[in-house]
């Protein structure tokens, strides 16, 4: 009332420091999981309208070891390395109703990348690079059954860590 | 060079060898440079010093060796004039540098002595550029030429000067092409043939590379430290038949040129060997047949256990599949549908089948139904979004090409493509099925269609004509009001959207707020004009109103609902009545909280339009606290929490003009209650309940009384809360009765509750008590019913025992069983010494169930001459196959038997069937003939005398208990020979019986009655018959078929 002009700068100033704050761990989890169950739900009517055989079996897990199968998760660090690969798959996969799921996939990586910068974690680069793009670069005529592998693994890969979200406040 | 790439090794050689050194006109190629020698003479002491000569004094040159210098090294005049050139190629193909020094030069630095200096001139000129470049310099010079990445022949010419005279060097070539090393191979594939075999190819990387040897390594992506090499010479293949399946490969090639250089590995190319298809891709036509190889490389897969998917959905059957060997698998399909389709060869495991990513792809050339639809939106009316169905493996590029013509007008001339270029959805290739285009225009037609990448073109869908303003999805109207007036009316009103500008036809839908649970839309339309007046059953309620609106004439979307828009109820005056309401008292014991529901009786809508209640307010006022109260819709309960004090509770109607003034109240108290009802009767009928109660005397009236119950026709398990269950009424307190007609389960209890203007009084219960006996008297009916039907169908099975079994026929009539002894019979072999008889006709199976029969004969004292037993051989002999044949077609009907097997026939052996046996007594031979079924035509029967009625013959009748043996017995009643006819039967009551009447028979006719006796017994008696029971012999006797014939002679 006194100083209304100033009022406002305060109340700014407070917004952008709000801003700046980092995500509470309990907010992260809530936010992974969230995420992750999204995704899990995108992947499942992605992969259903392919209407594939029920006893097919695409891939076993020992097959194509380029897209991670069975990862463990150990901290912050293995799933943003783990969720990189997957997001390079996505990538290389046609445009079409798999972008959605890659935006999901994009938005989980931001989440946990800014929580590692804030948790001062020293990133990595993923392991088998050279080798994924050479595998994607072979695969690029069977980008259906890729896709459906990929989708697949990474949907057990949230699984994974909807059950261990207690791994994100470690490195 | 080409001549060399196709020569033998060694000649090769040779060639390389003749051309290396002279290649570069004088210079040689070594370690990516060109070298030369240059020696000139020139004519020293004169053009030192006088420098009289007009024309300098010009001297000679030669190239030497320059990878022999010993030469210059001999020759001390010339080796100060020597000149070794070096030209190398600077970057990536950009510059060629030559370089020219004197030996003098390197003299000059080690003697320190001052001599004159040699002036080198060198000019640079690339023919295929046309650049050049001149250079000088003492002792020595250096030129660069730039070469713009291509290869060229460069010209080199030297001259040098010193003291005047000068010496012109030969014309010098160098090739930049031999400066630089080849490029390694590129476009690194395989290709797999059908027997497996793993072809590995690479191309050269320039068309006319001049290479001419190849060298391949391989390693597994693990083990890269250890390559597998290969040299091919003179191809550009290689065949690898040593790779496991599963394993990652990476491979290089590089290549040596015809000068020895070897290029850089190649990149590296990566493959991993699990099933190849052979070929990858197949383009067909509808209905053609295709064949699709798949190699398996892993060894454990075998082609016999290879299963087909098309598109990995179906599973093509088996005999479709061929295996080529163990390892490759064939598949033969026919599409019959243009589209793209998918080939998978999996691998049996099990119930499952293992496949790998990789699968073949099929192009059925032509067109197919990708069902586009399309629909554009008013808001943007250049925008126009398309959706599509295709297959879910088929990556498609919607295509479209706009016309300024009408739609119709370019469906008729299909075919005839203009020169408007296609143009393309944003999205471009990929996944989709849908896709926005923009910047359209609404009156164009647009040709929409769709393409399967990797079709060339040859596979697409139908194409769809459309013209965006047919497909527009207009906006929702706006500004919607509505208004619910008195007269019972409901006035809406709304605004059209702008665009687009053709004339609009409306629909409006509205529903009642008041009950919610039953939200029936009540649909209005179309309507023309952006207004409507609805009629209503009643006033005073609340609606949801909502309107949409499409394109009146032609074709087009309805747009969205509009925007729900709650009508306003029109009044003029507020309420002047308070609803009436009970209350149900809830104990909480988890919380301690009694909770309070107020159930309000919806006020009377229909009593005065123009002041509608359109919500109620509730008043508290608890003892020694401040009154409050609360505002709610017309709600049909209200809970609060109640703490047990005195609370009073009034309820009133209200509306935009105030609130009701006429309330009912209640107090709510905790303290007992005082009694004022001396009895509460409730009597039920099928309909109606007729409740009763008085009070008591020296109490004072009460207000008025409320009678509850709980509805029992609502379940409680499904959610439904006691207060939805319970129902109440109100009775003025004057009244001391009440009926209440409505459907009753009869076992309601009725709560009576006086109400007086300071709370309620102590309730009263009862339980009604039906008075109604229909159900008992129903239920009598049916069971009397169920009597009255078992004790018949007694009565009729005992009927139909009797008349099935009413004459039994009487073996010792049998002509066969003439002679002999029943009683001494134990087995049937000793009943039929001749084996020939059960040879003839095996009719009898030993190991069939037998059954035992007592037949005692109601004979005639019958006296046979024993002269008439030769006439029973002129019968079997004359007549035997006919007999047998008789019988057979007798016996051929279906047998059966009541529990038990007898009588066994041929044809009936292992059948369980009930038989029977008819005797019959020759008294009227003659009456036989006429019947009809199994009986035998005793017309030509020797024995059957007529003159002697006491011939008997028995016939073994074995036929089906069928309508057959109905019309035999009917046949036989009619023509008197009824009681001579005799049925075996196996009830032992009905044995019993028939014994009884068979001994009135014996007293009459002692003598035979003997005889027979015993020899039925002997044959024929029950196992369990008691009359009989002295006589049984050890074994079971058997009942046999009749199948001979005889006359009875008794002795």
Same mark, same amino acid.
């Given at each position: 009332?006194?100083?209304?002009?100033?009022?406002?700068?305060?109340?700014?100033?407070?917004?952008?420091?709000?801003?700046?704050?980092?995500?509470?761990?309990?907010?992260? &989890?809530?936010?992974?999981?969230?995420?992750?169950?999204?995704?899990?739900?995108?992947?499942?009517?992605?992969?259903?309208?392919?209407?594939?055989?029920? &006893?097919?079996?695409?891939?076993?897990?020992?097959?194509?070891?380029?897209?991670?199968?069975? &990862?463990?998760?150990?901290?912050?660090?293995?799933?943003?390395?783990?969720?990189?690969?997957?997001?390079?798959?996505?990538?290389?996969?046609?445009?079409?109703?798999?972008?959605?799921?890659?935006?999901?996939?994009?938005?989980?990586?931001?989440?946990?990348?800014?929580?590692?910068?804030?948790?001062?974690?020293?990133?990595?680069?993923?392991?088998?690079?050279?080798?994924?793009?050479?595998?994607?670069?072979?695969?690029?005529?069977?980008?259906?059954?890729?896709?459906?592998?990929?989708?697949?693994?990474?949907?057990?890969?949230?699984?994974?860590?909807?059950?261990?979200?207690?791994?994100?406040?470690?490195? | 060079?080409?001549?060399?790439?196709?020569?033998?090794?060694?000649?090769?050689?040779? /060639?390389? *060898?003749?051309?290396?050194?002279?290649?570069?006109?004088?210079?040689?190629?070594?370690?990516?440079?060109?070298?030369?020698?240059? +020696?000139?003479?020139?004519?020293?002491?004169?053009?030192?010093?006088?420098?009289?000569?007009?024309?300098?004094?010009?001297?000679?040159?030669?190239?030497?060796?320059?990878?022999?210098?010993?030469?210059? #090294?001999?020759?001390?005049?010339?080796?100060?004039? @020597?000149?070794?050139?070096?030209?190398?190629?600077?970057?990536?193909?950009?510059?060629?540098?030559?370089?020219?020094?004197?030996?003098?030069?390197?003299?000059?630095?080690?003697?320190?002595?001052?001599?004159?200096?040699?002036?080198?001139?060198?000019?640079?000129?690339?023919?295929?550029?046309?650049?050049?470049?001149?250079?000088?310099?003492?002792?020595?010079?250096?030129? #660069?030429?730039?070469?713009?990445?291509?290869?060229? !022949?460069?010209?080199?010419?030297?001259?040098?000067?010193?003291?005047?005279?000068?010496?012109?060097?030969?014309?010098?070539?160098?090739? !930049?092409?031999?400066?630089?090393?080849?490029?390694?191979?590129?476009?690194?594939?395989?290709?797999?043939?059908?027997?497996?075999?793993?072809?590995?190819?690479?191309?050269?990387?320039?068309?006319?590379?001049?290479?001419?040897?190849?060298? =391949?390594?391989?390693?597994?992506?693990?083990?890269?430290?250890?390559?597998?090499?290969?040299?091919?010479?003179?191809?550009?293949?290689?065949?690898?038949?040593?790779?496991?399946?599963?394993?990652?490969?990476?491979?290089?090639?590089?290549?040596?040129?015809?000068?020895?250089?070897?290029?850089?590995?190649?990149?590296?190319?990566?493959?991993?060997?699990?099933?190849?298809?052979?070929?990858?891709? =197949?383009?067909?036509?509808?209905?053609?047949?295709?064949?699709?190889?798949?190699?398996?490389?892993?060894?454990?897969?075998?082609?016999?256990?290879?299963?087909?998917?098309?598109?990995?959905?179906?599973?093509?059957?088996?005999?479709?599949?061929?295996?080529?060997?163990?390892?490759?698998?064939?598949?033969?399909?026919?599409?019959?549908?243009?589209?793209?389709?998918?080939?998978?060869? +999996?691998?049996?495991?099990?119930?499952?089948?293992?496949?790998?990513?990789?699968?073949?792809? /099929?192009?059925?050339?032509?067109?197919?139904?990708?069902?586009?639809?399309?629909?554009?939106?008013?808001?943007?009316?250049?925008?126009?979004?398309?959706?599509?169905?295709?297959?879910?493996?088929?990556?498609?590029?919607?295509?479209?090409?706009?016309?300024?013509?009408?739609?119709?007008?370019?469906?008729?001339?299909?075919?005839?493509?203009?020169?408007?270029?296609?143009?393309?959805?944003? #999205?471009?290739?990929?996944?989709?099925?849908?896709?926005?285009?923009?910047?359209?225009?609404?009156?164009?037609?647009?040709?929409?269609?769709?393409?399967?990448?990797?079709?060339?073109?040859?596979?697409?869908?139908?194409?769809?004509?459309?013209?965006?303003?047919?497909?527009?999805?207009?906006?929702?109207?706006?500004?919607?009001?509505?208004?619910?007036?008195?007269?019972? !009316?409901?006035?809406?009103?709304?605004?059209?959207?702008?665009?687009?500008?053709?004339?609009?036809?409306?629909?409006?839908?509205?529903?009642?707020?008041?009950?919610?649970?039953?939200?029936?839309?009540?649909?209005?339309?179309?309507?023309?004009?952006?207004?409507?007046?609805?009629?209503?059953?009643?006033?005073?309620?609340?609606?949801?109103?909502?309107?949409?609106?499409?394109?009146?004439?032609?074709?087009?979307?309805? #747009?969205?609902?509009?925007?729900?828009?709650?009508?306003?109820?029109?009044?003029?005056?507020?309420?002047?009545?308070?609803?009436?309401?009970?209350?149900?008292?809830?104990?909480?014991?988890?919380?301690?909280?009694?909770?309070?529901?107020?159930?309000?009786?919806?006020?009377?809508?229909?009593?005065?339009?123009?002041?509608?209640?359109?919500?109620?307010?509730?008043?508290?006022?608890?003892?020694?606290?401040?009154?409050?109260?609360? $505002?709610?819709?017309?709600?049909?309960?209200?809970?609060?929490?109640?703490?047990?004090?005195?609370?009073?509770?009034?309820?009133?109607?209200?509306?935009?003009?105030?609130?009701?003034?006429?309330?009912?109240?209640? !107090?709510?108290?905790?303290?007992?209650?005082?009694?004022?009802?001396?009895?509460?009767?409730?009597?039920?009928? %099928?309909?109606?309940?007729?409740?009763?109660?008085?009070?008591? %005397?020296?109490?004072?009236?009460?207000?008025?009384?409320?009678?509850?119950?709980?509805?029992?026709?609502?379940?409680? $398990?499904?959610?439904?809360?006691?207060?939805?269950?319970?129902?109440?009424?109100?009775?003025?307190?004057?009244?001391?009765?009440?009926?209440? +007609?409505?459907?009753?389960?009869?076992?309601?209890?009725?709560?009576?509750?006086?109400?007086?203007?300071?709370?309620?009084?102590?309730?009263?219960?009862?339980?009604?008590?039906?008075?109604?006996?229909?159900?008992?008297?129903?239920?009598?009916? /049916?069971?009397?019913?169920?009597?009255?039907?078992?004790?018949?169908?007694?009565?009729?099975?005992?009927?139909?025992?009797?008349?099935?079994?009413?004459?039994?026929?009487?073996?010792?009539? @049998?002509?066969?069983?003439?002679?002999?002894?029943?009683?001494?019979?134990?087995?049937?072999?000793?009943?039929?010494?001749?084996?020939?008889?059960?040879?003839?006709?095996?009719?009898?199976?030993?190991?069939?169930?037998?059954? $035992?029969?007592? =037949? /005692?004969?109601?004979?005639?004292?019958?006296?046979? *001459?024993?002269?008439?037993?030769?006439?029973?051989? =002129?019968?079997?002999?004359?007549?035997?196959?006919?007999?047998?044949?008789?019988?057979?077609?007798?016996?051929?009907?279906?047998?059966?038997?009541?529990?038990?097997?007898?009588?066994?026939?041929?044809?009936?052996?292992?059948?369980?069937?009930?038989?029977?046996?008819?005797?019959?007594?020759?008294?009227?031979?003659?009456?036989?003939?006429?019947?009809?079924?199994?009986?035998?035509?005793?017309?030509?029967?020797?024995?059957?005398?007529?003159?002697?009625?006491?011939?008997?013959?028995?016939?073994?009748?074995?036929?089906?208990?069928?309508?057959?043996?109905?019309?035999?017995?009917?046949?036989?009643?009619?023509?008197?020979?009824?009681?001579?006819?005799?049925?075996?039967?196996?009830?032992?009551?009905?044995?019993?019986?028939?014994?009884?009447?068979?001994?009135?028979?014996?007293?009459?006719?002692?003598?035979?009655?003997?005889?027979?006796?015993?020899?039925?017994?002997?044959?024929?008696?029950?196992?369990?018959?008691?009359?009989?029971?002295?006589?049984?012999?050890?074994?079971?006797?058997?009942?046999?078929?009749?199948?001979?014939?005889?006359?009875?002679?008794?002795?």
């Amino acid at each position: 009332m006194y100083f209304p002009a100033l009022l406002y700068p305060c109340i700014l100033g407070m917004l952008s420091l709000v801003h700046g704050i980092p995500i509470h761990p309990d907010n992260l &989890k809530n936010l992974v999981k969230l995420q992750a169950d999204t995704i899990i739900l995108r992947i499942k009517d992605y992969n259903d309208k392919l209407k594939l055989y029920p &006893k097919l079996l695409i891939g076993d897990p020992e097959l194509y070891p380029e897209i991670p199968a069975d &990862k463990t998760i150990q901290g912050l660090g293995s799933i943003v390395d783990t969720l990189t690969t997957f997001q390079k798959v996505l990538q290389r996969l046609p445009k079409g109703h798999v972008s959605q799921i890659r935006s999901d996939l994009s938005t989980l990586l931001d989440y946990l990348k800014e929580r590692m910068t804030s948790m001062h974690c020293t990133s990595k680069e993923p392991a088998n690079g050279r080798s994924l793009d050479a595998f994607l670069e072979d695969n690029a005529t069977h980008h259906i059954t890729v896709g459906y592998l990929a989708l697949d693994r990474l949907k057990q890969f949230m699984q994974k860590l909807i059950v261990n979200l207690d791994q994100l406040k470690s490195c | 060079i080409r001549y060399i790439v196709v020569m033998p090794k060694l000649k090769i050689i040779e /060639i390389i *060898e003749l051309f290396y050194p002279s290649d570069g006109r004088g210079g040689v190629y070594e370690d990516l440079k060109w070298k030369a020698l240059l +020696c000139c003479e020139l004519p020293f002491a004169q053009t030192l010093d006088d420098g009289l000569s007009e024309h300098p004094p010009v001297g000679q040159c030669q190239l030497l060796n320059a990878t022999k210098p010993e030469f210059s #090294s001999k020759s001390p005049t010339l080796s100060g004039n @020597c000149l070794d050139i070096l030209c190398w190629l600077e970057g990536e193909r950009t510059n060629l540098i030559c370089n020219a020094k004197s030996h003098r030069a390197a003299a000059a630095a080690s003697l320190l002595t001052v001599r004159p200096q040699l002036v080198v001139q060198m000019n640079v000129l690339s023919d295929e550029a046309n650049h050049a470049a001149q250079c000088a310099g003492e002792d020595t010079a250096m030129c #660069s030429i730039s070469l713009h990445g291509n290869d060229a !022949t460069v010209s080199l010419n030297i001259s040098i000067s010193l003291n005047g005279s000068t010496a012109l060097s030969p014309k010098m070539q160098v090739s !930049t092409h031999n400066l630089r090393r080849p490029e390694p191979p590129i476009n690194l594939h395989y290709d797999v043939t059908t027997e497996g075999e793993v072809i590995f190819r690479w191309s050269d990387a320039q068309p006319n590379s001049d290479a001419i040897n190849y060298e =391949i390594r391989y390693a597994s992506n693990s083990s890269l430290q250890q390559w597998e090499v290969v040299k091919v010479k003179g191809r550009s293949w290689v065949s690898l038949n040593e790779l496991s399946s599963g394993i990652r490969y990476m491979v290089q090639v590089c290549c040596q040129s015809h000068i020895n250089y070897w290029s850089e590995w190649s990149q590296p190319f990566y493959f991993t060997l699990d099933v190849s298809y052979i070929p990858a891709e =197949i383009f067909t036509t509808p209905g053609s047949e295709v064949t699709v190889y798949a190699v398996f490389h892993n060894r454990s897969w075998s082609a016999s256990k290879a299963v087909w998917m098309l598109n990995g959905q179906v599973k093509i059957p088996e005999s479709q599949y061929r295996v080529i060997d163990e390892q490759v698998s064939a598949v033969t399909v026919t599409v019959d549908e243009p589209g793209f389709d998918t080939l998978m060869c +999996c691998h049996q495991w099990g119930e499952r089948f293992k496949c790998i990513i990789a699968y073949a792809k /099929i192009y059925t050339e032509g067109m197919f139904n990708a069902d586009i639809t399309c629909q554009s939106k008013n808001s943007e009316v250049d925008t126009m979004s398309c959706e599509w169905n295709k297959s879910a493996w088929a990556q498609v590029r919607l295509l479209y090409r706009q016309y300024t013509s009408m739609c119709e007008t370019i469906s008729e001339m299909a075919g005839s493509e203009e020169a408007e270029e296609n143009m393309e959805c944003p #999205s471009g290739a990929g996944d989709h099925r849908e896709c926005t285009l923009k910047n359209l225009s609404l009156f164009s037609c647009y040709k929409i269609w769709l393409e399967v990448e990797g079709g060339r073109g040859k596979v697409r869908s139908f194409p769809v004509y459309v013209a965006p303003i047919d497909y527009v999805k207009p906006s929702p109207p706006s500004v919607l009001e509505a208004t619910t007036l008195p007269n019972k !009316t409901l006035s809406v009103s709304w605004r059209r959207p702008h665009l687009p500008v053709y004339d609009m036809q409306y629909e409006l839908h509205f529903v009642a707020l008041r009950g919610m649970a039953n939200t029936q839309w009540k649909v209005i339309g179309p309507l023309l004009e952006p207004q409507a007046e609805i009629q209503l059953e009643e006033s005073c309620v609340q609606f949801k109103v909502e309107v949409r609106c499409r394109r009146l004439n032609g074709s087009g979307y309805w #747009s969205d609902w509009s925007m729900s828009y709650t009508s306003v109820v029109y009044n003029r005056k507020a309420p002047e009545m308070g609803p009436d309401f009970w209350r149900a008292i809830q104990e909480d014991p988890v919380r301690s909280v009694t909770n309070v529901t107020l159930i309000i009786k919806q006020p009377v809508l229909a009593g005065d339009p123009y002041s509608c209640v359109e919500g109620l307010v509730i008043e508290h006022q608890a003892s020694g606290r401040a009154m409050w109260s609360n $505002e709610t819709t017309l709600a049909q309960f209200y809970s609060f929490p109640w703490r047990k004090e005195a609370h009073t509770v009034t309820v009133m109607s209200r509306n935009a003009l105030g609130i009701s003034t006429r309330n009912r109240n209640m !107090t709510l108290l905790h303290q007992p209650k005082r009694r004022c009802v001396r009895s509460f009767s409730a009597v039920a009928n %099928s309909s109606c309940v007729y409740l009763s109660w008085s009070l008591l %005397s020296d109490h004072s009236v009460p207000q008025s009384f409320v009678i509850e119950w709980l509805d029992l026709k609502k379940d409680p $398990e499904q959610d439904m809360s006691l207060t939805e269950r319970l129902q109440w009424v109100r009775v003025q307190s004057a009244s001391r009765d009440l009926s209440l +007609c409505r459907r009753f389960y009869g076992s309601e209890e009725f709560t009576l509750y006086p109400v007086f203007v300071d709370g309620e009084g102590e309730p009263v219960r009862c339980t009604a008590t039906r008075g109604d006996p229909a159900a008992y008297i129903l239920l009598l009916i /049916i069971a009397f019913l169920s009597v009255v039907l078992f004790v018949t169908l007694l009565m009729s099975q005992n009927q139909m025992r009797k008349l099935m079994w009413k004459d039994v026929p009487n073996p010792n009539n @049998c002509s066969w069983a003439k002679g002999m002894d029943f009683r001494q019979i134990d087995t049937i072999e000793n009943l039929f010494p001749h084996s020939e008889g059960l040879t003839a006709c095996p009719l009898l199976l030993v190991s069939e169930s037998i059954c $035992e029969v007592e =037949i /005692i004969e109601k004979t005639h004292p019958v006296t046979l *001459e024993l002269e008439k037993d030769n006439e029973v051989p =002129i019968y079997k002999s004359g007549d035997k196959t006919t007999t047998d044949s008789a019988l057979l077609a007798d016996s051929s009907e279906p047998l059966s038997l009541e529990a038990s097997t007898a009588a066994a026939t041929p044809e009936t052996s292992g059948q369980s069937s009930v038989t029977y046996s008819t005797v019959l007594l020759s008294h009227q031979p003659s009456l036989l003939r006429k019947q009809p079924g199994g009986l035998w035509d005793l017309e030509n029967h020797v024995c059957s005398d007529s003159a002697n009625p006491r011939h008997s013959s028995s016939y073994n009748s074995v036929e089906e208990f069928s309508e057959t043996s109905d019309q035999d017995y009917e046949a036989s009643e009619s023509t008197g020979v009824a009681k001579d006819l005799y049925y075996l039967e196996v009830n032992e009551e009905e044995e019993e019986e028939d014994e009884e009447e068979i001994e009135e028979t014996q007293s009459e006719q002692e003598n035979n009655e003997m005889v027979m006796k015993e020899d039925t017994r002997a044959l024929l008696e029950g196992k369990n018959s008691t009359a009989v029971a002295s006589n049984v012999s050890h074994s079971i006797p058997l009942y046999l078929p009749q199948f001979r014939t005889e006359c009875i002679n008794p002795p």
